[in-house]
């Protein structure tokens, strides 16, 4: 059934959303990007031309594959724009009215009922989103990890009501479409791999925060003592502060486990508008 998806949406060009688009577009198939407004559709489209180039500069694509793969894409700030297509990816803000609210709006606008609508949040569940349509049995998480073209994971999460063909259909699709490998998780919040990071992350931050150790020394002790590939405060102004909280706060409101409640500064800052990378300055400052 995957061979058959070939029409694909992504709702959110977001650092995730561009990137799952891109990985969409380089693997041939025709791409429709939905953002706010066509003011954020322009920079979801910068975006994803930042990382076609760079995947041309690290020599990871060729420079007519790259022209190719965005000459598969549009970019809209209309929602209508993806009535045609087979397989819908949401990939907006981790925040569940918002998301609740685009699998209401999909389950309108999608026609094709043997559609799959999938998720790409990262800690709600996927039950609450497929509730907000009449086709539960074709909604599915579909978890990829940042940054997307560069990270092979795709947690495919299912529902109580997700389909047995549903799950089958994804699963080929990233796998054999997109190359990726995947991992099972049931509908728990944080699935597999945000479960275990996210309280590693949270530790980081409080370890910050005590003032035991400084970010730098935090993030050096990870990447020189256990080889991880940037540490964790560099790794969580990757994903997003605001980001990270929400994911805390959605496995603290799952569990009431004192491991995924979001330390204070955490909270501080993303108040304070200190994101990460994406804002310029989080526990570590970019150009
Ligand atoms: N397309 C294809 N390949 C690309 C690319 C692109 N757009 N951009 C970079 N690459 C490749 C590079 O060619 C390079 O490959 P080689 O090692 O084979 O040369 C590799 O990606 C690394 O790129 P760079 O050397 O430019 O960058 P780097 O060495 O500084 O690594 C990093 C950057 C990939 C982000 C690395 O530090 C890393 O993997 N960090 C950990 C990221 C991580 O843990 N992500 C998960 C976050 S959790 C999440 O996403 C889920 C959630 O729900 C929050």
Not at 96 to 125: Q, R
Not at 137 to 156: A, I, K, Y
Not at 159 to 187: C, E, N, Y
Request: proline share 5%; with cysteine.
């Amino acid at each position: 059934m995957s061979g058959d998806i070939r029409r694909v949406g992504v709702v959110g060009g977001g650092q995730m959303g561009a990137g799952i688009a891109e990985v969409c577009a380089r693997a041939g198939l025709d791409t429709v990007v939905c953002e706010v407004d066509a003011t954020a559709a322009r920079a979801a489209r910068d975006r994803v031309v930042a990382s076609l180039d760079r995947a041309v500069r690290r020599g990871k694509a060729e420079e007519a594959d790259a022209r190719d793969a965005l000459a598969r894409m549009v970019f809209t700030g209309t929602l209508d724009d993806l009535a045609d297509r087979q397989l819908v990816v949401e990939a907006v803000v981790e925040n569940p009215a918002a998301k609740t609210e685009v699998f209401a709006a999909l389950d309108k606008i999608v026609e094709d009922p043997g559609a799959v609508l999938a998720t790409n949040t990262s800690s709600l569940p996927v039950m609450r989103l497929g509730m907000a349509t009449g086709r539960a049995d074709r909604v599915v998480g579909l978890h990829f990890f940042n940054p997307v073209p560069v990270l092979p994971l795709v947690e495919v999460v299912s529902s109580l009501h997700t389909s047995p063909g549903t799950i089958a259909a994804v699963r080929d699709f990233a796998t054999g479409t997109l190359g990726k490998t995947v991992i099972r998780s049931q509908d728990r919040s944080g699935f597999v791999v945000n479960a275990l990071l996210v309280p590693y992350l949270l530790s980081a931050v409080r370890m910050a925060e005590s003032g035991f150790a400084t970010a730098a020394d935090i993030d050096a002790g990870m990447e020189l003592g256990c080889a991880h590939p940037m540490g964790p405060l560099k790794l969580a102004d990757l994903i997003g502060l605001d980001t990270v909280a929400s994911i805390a706060r959605s496995l603290y409101e799952e569990f009431r486990e004192p491991l995924y409640a979001p330390p204070p500064l955490l909270q501080r800052m993303v108040e304070a508008g200190l994101l990460g990378r994406k804002s310029g300055r989080g526990f570590h400052t970019y150009d």
